[in-house]
């Protein structure tokens, strides 16, 4: 009974002590590679992939300053003798961010970051540095494409803008204060996707509409990077922010990547964004045609004028139709029947609720280029 327990004793002695021996030798190695695994989450994985794509924008811009001739401003002066003003131009330092969008050297920023450039220099993050040709712009929707003779360049992958969920990860990916900081490595913000289709007022002719809000710290130089999504797709380009103080309060906007691919086209194969046709010409809608075609508001515009062989009237519309909604927004009167059309593409079908002897009909315009931009 004796030898059978002495011999018993070290199995006895092992599961003793082998649960110890787990803790402080095997387990904190296998909680230290868990807790590495679990740090490069999806955020890190998204901009690590994106990242080296984003590139700084150090931009040379010639302003020009108009001045009385006298010591003091001079109403009278100003508005009849408009060319007795001086004129100053000078030359400024202005900087930005954008992201490559394809193996040709291709970047992708905000229009007003590079609006009258002189010079463009683009720095990759891995240090190098090139010039910047400016391929195209377009001021009413805020963007712009340039080209760098470059090879072996990194490329973002542009996702689906529509597909964006309201609350899912946002990564904003640019160079704040670039003027500050000689790094060009790009800054990472992190936040939501606020919300989804914010519209504005025209801003500086820029005319910004189905814009992604997000709390992702946005600040100045950011304009022109990528807004990113929590598997590294690009989504938006974040363009700009509410603020008092000159920073971040928590509240950016970027314009959706779907507006910028139909734009990108366009810029690469014409330089510009070539403007569409509807043919209409309308009114505001006051009250006495209200009463007198039996609505019960004074809103929305009136057709006046159809082109012939327009898009207008291949829809069926018909001149003295109401237009009272354009995808289910309501039409108030000719300014927003107008930001509607401003940043539409050749293709792009709307849906119109229209107003026709006292009944509400429905009609879909798919709007054209205009004739004389078919070159």
């Known amino acids: 009974m004796k030898k059978r327990l002495l011999i018993s004793l070290p199995l006895l002695v092992l599961v003793l002590f082998l649960p110890y021996g787990l803790r402080a030798g095997l387990l904190p190695y296998q909680a230290d590679s868990l807790l590495y695994s679990s740090r490069r989450n999806a955020i890190v994985r998204a901009a690590q992939k994106v990242g080296p794509a984003v590139v700084s924008i150090s931009v040379t811009q ?21 060319e007795l003003r001086r004129e100053y131009r000078q ?22 970051v ?5 010079q463009i220099v683009v720095s990759l993050p891995d240090g190098r540095q090139f010039t910047g040709e400016l391929k195209g712009s377009d001021s009413a929707t805020d963007l712009a494409v340039l080209k760098i003779e470059a090879k072996d360049l990194p490329v973002t992958h542009l996702g689906d803008s529509d597909d964006i969920i309201i609350g899912e990860w946002a990564i904003a990916i640019g160079n704040p204060f670039g003027f500050l900081i000689s790094d060009s490595k790009p800054t990472v913000t992190v936040g939501v996707i606020s919300a989804v289709n914010r519209d504005f007022e025209p801003r500086g002719g820029h005319v910004y509409q189905g814009m992604i809000q997000t709390d992702a710290a946005i600040n100045p130089g950011n304009s022109g990077g990528p807004l990113v999504n929590a598997v590294g797709e690009v989504i938006g380009i974040n363009t700009f922010i509410f603020t008092e103080s000159g920073g971040s309060l928590g509240i950016g906007f970027a314009i959706p990547i779907n507006t910028a691919k139909r734009v990108i086209k366009e810029l690469l194969q ?7 046709w509807t043919g209409l010409r ?14 019960h508001r004074a809103e929305g515009v009136i057709i006046s004028q159809i082109d012939q062989g327009s898009p207008g009237e291949k829809a069926g519309l018909e001149v003295g139709d109401v237009i009272t909604e354009v995808n289910d927004h309501p039409i108030r009167g000719e300014k927003e029947i107008r930001e509607v059309f401003y940043t ?3 293709g792009d079908e709307f849906k119109l609720k229209v107003w026709r002897k006292r009944k509400t009909l429905e009609k879909r315009l798919r709007v054209e280029i205009l004739p004389r931009e078919r070159r």
């Open 282 to 295: 309308v009114q505001r809608v006051d009250r006495l045609i209200a009463q007198s075609l039996g609505l």
């Open 91 to 112: 030359r400024i330092k202005s900087m930005g961010s954008g992201f490559i969008i394809d193996k040709e050297g291709h970047i992708l920023t905000n229009e007003h």
């Open 62 to 82: 010639i302003r020009i300053y108009r001045t009385s001739p006298f010591f003091f401003s001079d109403p009278f002066i100003d508005r009849f003798f408009p």
């Open 344 to 346: 539409a593409q050749a």
């Open 270 to 276: 014409y330089g510009r964004v070539r403007q569409i």
């Open 114 to 118: 590079v609006e009258n450039a002189t």
